[in-house]
């Protein structure tokens, strides 16, 4: 039986090698849809694994107050309502009066996107971002700090001058000396750096290495902009307490904002646990996109595919009846076809696979990203070549096997 089933797949091919040319654009058939599908959900996932895992860095347990709704879309409606930004008075009052209980709030601001800071004789280009942030900070962030030490409550309340610094910002100014206790100048006001923040990588351009946070009160007196916008973010210990403490901080920022009780507010609250969903929601449409893609695809390779089948059944008739009249069973004939086409539709799929790990590692490349090896998709590529020769291969090897031994050998 071993031995059959191996002269069979011998016979495929070299059934393959004298069609050698038509194999090819069969198998590259195949493979275009497999390509679409592993690449696209390869790119997919590239995209959700950073994404989501930048947002979860906020914490499961953390909410934000902000200007705007993560959702918010801009409208060229000119009456289109816009909320004023959060000005000091105002999250200064929430963390004074905002109590409930298992909960720190940490607050914010971007002073710039472009400053420049210098060490002795060297400087950086003008692309450092500096916030100023109060104690809490860091820790509701995500963040960690690799060396050092994080901003205390002393250092807030006494507008020290220290900061803690970016690992990129550490490796462009400080990489050859301890960046523990040495002095940094940012807009000629001079800080101590006390902290060095662990590596986070970039997205979407955006160098999260490359940053420096000081204390809130000590970057007011340097970035001086009348309209800066705050932010609020809160972390609750208990994630079963994440409800109410959001539900509360509503009412008392509403209350802080002076809005009456009819009175939408003219703010957001985001839960990192919602970006993730809208963002799970987003590759969930994209991922649609791409099976839709390659099964229009995958379709026209079947088609492909039993048409070459059908084409080399009646090439070979003479061959299938000088098989039959040395003594070979239709069970035979029929295996030997449906194993060539297995082969092509699995040369096809490997191919696939291949380009659209490709293709999805030189998306997940080209945007830095983090590149996940789509395990689902390989599996699901694998499994779909193998129905598409299935499929393909059934009736022409069931003809195959039907054909009339003596009518076979008078084909010319």
Not at 87 to 105: C, I
């Amino acid at each position: 039986m071993f031995s059959l089933v191996r002269e069979n797949i011998r016979i495929a091919f070299d059934s393959i090698r004298s069609q050698l040319l038509r194999t090819i654009l069969t198998i590259l058939i195949i493979a275009i849809g497999i390509t679409a599908l592993v690449g696209i959900l390869s790119a997919v996932s590239a995209l959700e694994s950073t994404i989501s895992s930048d947002f979860s860095s906020m914490g499961a347990n953390t909410f934000n107050v902000q200007r705007n709704d993560f959702t918010s879309q801009r409208r060229s409606n000119d009456n289109q309502k816009i909320n004023p930004v959060i000005n000091y008075r105002q999250v200064k009052a929430f963390e004074e009066d905002y109590k409930f209980p298992f909960t720190s709030t940490s607050l914010s601001f971007l002073g710039t996107r472009s400053a420049e800071v210098k060490y002795e004789n060297e400087k950086t280009d003008p692309e450092v971002q500096v916030f100023g942030v109060n104690e809490n900070f860091i820790q509701n962030s995500g963040l960690e700090v690799a060396s050092g030490r994080p901003l205390n409550y002393f250092d807030v309340q006494n507008s020290n001058s220290v900061c803690v610094i970016g690992s990129d910002l550490q490796k462009a100014l400080l990489a050859d000396v301890n960046p523990i206790n040495k002095t940094i100048s940012i807009r000629g006001s001079k800080f101590k750096v006390i902290g060095v923040l662990k590596e986070k990588g970039a997205t979407f351009g955006n160098n999260q290495d490359l940053r420096v946070l000081m204390p809130i009160q000590k970057a007011r007196t340097i970035f001086t902009n009348p309209n800066i916008n705050y932010s609020l973010s809160i972390k609750t210990d208990k994630k079963d307490m994440l409800e109410g403490a959001q539900d509360e901080a509503i009412i008392l920022f509403r209350n802080i904002r002076g809005l009456n009780p009819i009175e939408e507010s003219n703010f957001g609250i985001e839960r990192s646990d919602d970006l993730i969903n809208r963002i799970g929601s987003i590759t969930g449409v994209l991922s649609t996109a791409a099976w839709i893609i390659s099964i229009i695809t995958i379709f026209g390779s079947t088609i492909a595919l039993l048409n070459m089948m059908l084409v080399s059944v009646s090439e070979r008739t003479r061959e299938i009846g000088v098989r039959k009249a040395l003594g070979a069973k239709s069970g035979t004939i029929a295996f030997q076809f449906f194993i060539e086409t297995i082969i092509i539709g699995q040369l096809g799929g490997l191919l696939g696979i291949v380009l659209g790990l490709l293709l999805g590692y030189g998306f997940a490349s080209v945007v830095d990203f983090n590149f996940v090896f789509p395990w689902s998709a390989v599996i699901w590529a694998s499994v779909i070549t193998f129905v598409v020769a299935v499929i393909s291969g059934s009736y022409p090897a069931s003809k195959a096997a039907k054909l009339d031994p003596v009518e076979s050998l008078r084909y010319e």
